[in-house]
């Protein structure tokens, strides 16, 4: 038995480098992908927007005339246009950004006049006067957003936001007109119309997204589609309207990070 020992030990010595040699090693787990960082700490947007759609509405109401009821109809052609946007903000927190913005909005606007007028010696035999009047619309608001930033890769960023807007808006609105006629007065001919501009406030919303493309490090170009609106009430002949204002709009121009 003076063998055993000596046999043992030169078995283990043998079989250990080769147990070592045969054992599979563990493949090291793979590198998680490192997503995108946001490297800039604030942005800026300038640039141009369409309002489409159109904003119309319209009024009737009754007008006293050689002591029998009339009518008059106004109706308003808001239609869309283009308008002028800036806004910014700062990155507050990883993919969190907070900040603000102003659109201006204005155009013409054409409004058809269309009264039924009483008979000065008749009851019942109402003329009929129509006529345009030319106003305007301009729609002044101001946004508050909170905004999600999403790097694509170090020159593509697509970003995601809404807040509530605080709009200004002013409309012409016809309050009366004028008309000429002679004898037998069975006819009457559009003067003019009388309006004036009246101006409004309210608070709506906006929510909308970005994507931006940059040539260099911070300068680039943005494509934005977005909805900011409201409904303002505008005092008319016949009481108040609902007036709405803004809504969807789409455009880009030049965006700016640091």
């Known amino acids: 038995m003076k063998w055993l020992a000596p046999t043992v030990v030169l078995t283990l010595a043998v079989w250990a480098p080769a147990a070592a040699q045969v054992a599979p090693s563990q493949p090291?787990?793979?590198?998680?992908?490192?997503?995108?960082?946001?490297?800039?700490?604030?942005?800026?947007?300038?640039?141009?927007?369409f309002q489409v759609?159109?904003?119309?509405?319209?009024?009737?109401a009754t007008i006293r005339e050689n002591a029998e009821n009339g009518r008059?109809?106004?109706?308003?052609?808001?239609?869309?246009?283009?308008a002028f946007d800036v806004s910014g903000g700062v990155v507050v927190w990883r993919n969190l950004a907070v900040g603000a913005g102003v659109t201006r909005f204005s155009k013409s606007t054409v409004t058809a006049v269309n009264a039924q007028v009483p008979h000065p010696f008749f009851f019942n035999?109402?003329?009929?006067?129509?006529?345009?009047?030319?106003?305007?619309?301009?729609?002044?608001?101001?946004?508050?957003h909170v905004r999600g930033v999403f790097p694509v890769n170090s020159r593509v960023?697509?970003?995601?936001?809404?807040?509530?807007?605080?709009?200004?808006?002013?409309?012409?609105?016809?309050?009366d007109f004028d008309y000429t006629?002679?004898?037998?007065?069975d006819s009457a001919t559009f003067s003019r119309a009388i309006g004036a501009e009246q101006s409004e406030s309210k608070v709506g919303f906006n929510v909308g997204g970005d994507v931006s493309f940059f040539f260099s490090r911070q300068v680039g170009v943005g494509f934005t589609a977005q909805y900011a609106g409201t409904t303002v009430e505008m005092t008319v002949p016949s009481g108040t309207a609902d007036v709405k204002a803004g809504g969807g709009q789409i455009g880009g121009g030049l965006r700016l990070r640091f």
């Not at 960023?157 to 309050?175: H, N, R, Y």
Request: glycine residues 16%.
């Open 125 to 144: 035999q109402l003329r009929s006067v129509t006529g345009d009047f030319g106003g305007t619309r301009s729609e002044l608001a101001f946004h508050v």
């Open 157 to 175: 960023t697509f970003s995601a936001f809404g807040g509530p807007s605080f709009f200004s808006v002013k409309q012409s609105i016809v309050s």
């Open 181 to 185: 006629e002679s004898y037998p007065f």
């Open 72 to 82: 008059l109809d106004t109706g308003y052609e808001v239609g869309g246009g283009p």
């Open 53 to 60: 759609g159109a904003n119309d509405f319209a009024d009737t």
């Open 28 to 49: 090291r787990p793979a590198p998680r992908p490192q997503r995108p960082v946001i490297s800039e700490k604030g942005f800026i947007s300038v640039g141009g927007l």
